[in-house]
């Protein structure tokens, strides 16, 4: 087969000047495919510089962000360090307040607040170990917290109890002024002359002095009784009772609820008395104690008010 041949002829714009370029088919092929590479390597390049250009751009972006991210976790890291410190002052003030409210101190191995985990557990990021550091803390401060905010619930509880404990203590003088002139425990009677169990103890005063209720309570009995005369029993809860004898008037009913240091009657000489006193019986769970033990000048000076306050 022949070999075809091109002629390129070129004219100027006048006419006046030709120029013939004869090509074969072979280096017209070679032309074309010389202009596709020449195209393709352009476009090659070109996409190579433009990535090129936004990836720096992105990369300096991201360096930044991290830069960013970083100086905020050191910040954190900060922040807990100060939370942590707070923490061990609070640790120190809960221990501080058990002690007040007679309860144990917290296990140190409580305190640790330690949680079971899988294996091999991931980081939530690999690239950041500070991010999983710090949300182990986060995690392990709000656990500490969830203790506190019990333990400091159990003390509040048992502070209150305290609190209602010393309410319903007998701790005050049932009148003001006089003297115990009998005491708890053996002694003679006075009618009989034989030696008798006391069962709580006699305070002379003058006929219409104000007796008063020693302790919260709810008044159980209100009237005669037998050789008490005019006689008053108030249960305090907590296993307390508190009586009252030889009244010369019941300032107060059965059933009513009185406070500590409530008028409830005065003193006379009702019922097996030889001159007006008031006879004034402790009980605790039932049985007479002495109320000697019971006499506080001041409740505050009472054991549990100091824990209360």
Request: charged residues 20%; hydrophobic residues 35%.
């Amino acid at each position: 087969m022949p070999h075809r041949k091109f002629k390129l002829i070129f004219l100027s714009h006048d006419l006046t000047k030709k120029v013939e370029l004869t090509l074969t088919r072979a280096k017209v092929r070679a032309a074309l495919f010389g202009l596709a590479f020449c195209f393709l390597l352009t476009n090659v390049v070109a996409g190579l510089l433009t990535s090129h250009v936004l990836n720096s751009k992105e990369n300096i972006t991201l360096q930044e962000d991290n830069r960013k991210l970083r100086e905020s976790l050191s910040m954190l890291e900060n922040r807990f360090d100060d939370v942590n410190k707070r923490m061990a002052g609070i640790t120190q003030t809960d221990a501080l307040l058990r002690l007040t409210a007679g309860l144990p101190l917290l296990d140190k191995d409580v305190q640790e607040v330690g949680i079971g985990g899988g294996l091999g557990d991931p980081a939530l990021d690999p690239d950041y170990p500070e991010l999983t550091q710090n949300f182990w803390t986060l995690d392990k401060i709000e656990r500490e917290i969830n203790l506190q905010m019990a333990s400091f619930e159990e003390i509040r509880l048992k502070l209150s109890s305290n609190a209602e404990l010393v309410s319903h203590t007998p701790s005050l003088r049932p009148l003001e002024g006089g003297y115990v002139s009998s005491g708890f425990g053996p002694r003679r009677d006075p009618f009989t002359r034989r030696v008798v169990t006391h069962p709580g103890v006699d305070i002379p005063q003058e006929r219409g002095t104000a007796v008063m209720a020693t302790a919260e309570g709810q008044v159980i009995y209100a009237g005669r009784y037998h050789g008490y005369g005019n006689f008053v029993v108030i249960d305090h809860g907590f296993g307390y009772q508190t009586a009252y004898g030889h009244l010369n008037k019941i300032e107060c009913q059965s059933g009513q609820y009185v406070s500590k240091g409530h008028r409830i009657g005065q003193v006379g000489s009702t019922g097996r008395s030889t001159s007006p006193h008031l006879h004034y019986e402790v009980r605790v769970n039932g049985q007479p104690v002495d109320p000697m033990d019971y006499f506080f000048d001041d409740v505050a000076a009472f054991p549990v008010a100091s824990a209360e306050q």
